[in-house]
């Protein structure tokens, strides 16, 4: 129920749920941003940052955790969605774009010069946009390939720090 438009694009907060597979009991609880074919979450800042995400859930303490726990991912995630406008607005160097594309171990050689030709004819270039792009080339890359991808472009608009 919170969202916001931006370039003509809604964008929603969310929450991201996943429970363990392996047995651990336990389940982690992220605050996201998403469009219809775009995904902003930040696991990285938010552990930074102290955030617990994960929880244990065995026994009667976990419930109050939970409820806790998604309580504070929902007031995060609307608060992202301030940050994405922020990064809406925040014009970066054409250099600045591709010399962070290059730091990236999970982008082949291709991939970058494509960005990179991309970008070369843009007048100006936001930290959402550069994050955009970095999202579309995510697709056609493998699940371990694009998971890494996708944290790395939602830091470049600074969500969730």
Not at 56 to 74: D, F, P
Request: charged share 25%; with cysteine.
């Amino acid at each position: 129920d919170c969202s916001t438009e931006i370039n003509n694009k809604r964008y929603y907060a969310g929450l991201s749920v996943i429970n363990s597979e392996v047995g651990q009991s336990s389940v982690w609880i992220e605050p996201i941003i998403y469009s219809e074919d775009q995904l902003f979450y930040n696991r990285a800042s938010l552990q930074k940052s102290e955030y617990e995400c994960r929880i244990v859930h065995r026994g009667n303490q976990a419930l109050n955790n939970l409820e806790h726990l998604i309580t504070e991912a929902k007031k995060i995630a609307q608060v992202g969605l301030i940050q994405l406008v922020e990064a809406s607005n925040e014009v970066i160097s054409k250099e600045h774009a591709i010399k962070y594309v290059d730091s990236l171990d999970v982008v082949n050689a291709r991939c970058k010069a494509i960005l990179a030709d991309m970008w070369v004819s843009q007048e100006e270039l936001t930290r959402l946009k550069v994050a955009e792009d970095i999202l579309k080339l995510a697709k056609e890359l493998p699940l371990f390939q694009k998971s890494i991808l996708e944290q790395k472009a939602s830091a470049i608009t600074k969500i969730f720090w």
